[in-house]
């Protein structure tokens, strides 16, 4: 059974170009409740460790490095079907392949800067939330 919570990051270049209040409002538009919210900066540490499933991967050090480059903004959200309905919302991870008005098509500068990050699984939505937020930072 699919949870009604997901985790989503407003990437650096999304942050850094203003999209972050135009991504926000979509989310909201599209029936999702914020009920945790941060705007912040990771370290490289940071960084690597929310991203360490992939450190054998080729492109781990571009991706801390890029990840830690600027501002986040961190935020779990809350709708039935969540991680699902989030995936849809924020397309394809190459913008070429996204379809169109999802996010990512209309923000995305490329694979890596692809304007979100969003949770693949209901199980990594809760580790990945855990990582950023206490339960006294959440809305209950």
């Known amino acids: 059974m699919a949870t009604n919570r997901t985790f989503t990051m407003v990437k650096p270049d999304a942050f850094g170009a203003g999209n ?8 909201e538009e ?6 945790a919210l941060k705007a912040t900066k990771l370290s490289s540490d940071l ?6 499933v992939h450190k054998e991967r080729p492109f781990y050090n571009d991706l801390v490095s890029y990840m830690s ?6 935020a779990i959200l809350e709708k039935d079907n969540a991680v699902e309905d ?4 924020i397309g394809a991870t190459n913008p070429a392949d996204a379809a169109e008005g999802t996010i990512r098509k ?14 693949d699984s209901d199980e990594n939505a809760a580790i990945e939330g855990s990582f950023f937020f ?3 930072e959440r809305v209950i």
Not at 47 to 52: D, Q
Not at 69 to 74: E, F, L, R
């Open 20 to 27: 972050a209040g135009a991504i926000l409002k979509m989310i």
């Open 134 to 136: 206490s339960q006294a």
């Open 30 to 35: 599209a029936g999702f409740k914020i009920v």
């Open 106 to 119: 209309i923000f995305a500068k490329s694979i890596e800067a692809n304007a979100v990050h969003g949770s």
């Open 86 to 89: 989030f995936r849809k919302l």
């Open 47 to 52: 960084a690597g460790k929310f991203y360490e």
């Open 69 to 74: 480059s600027g501002p986040i903004i961190a």
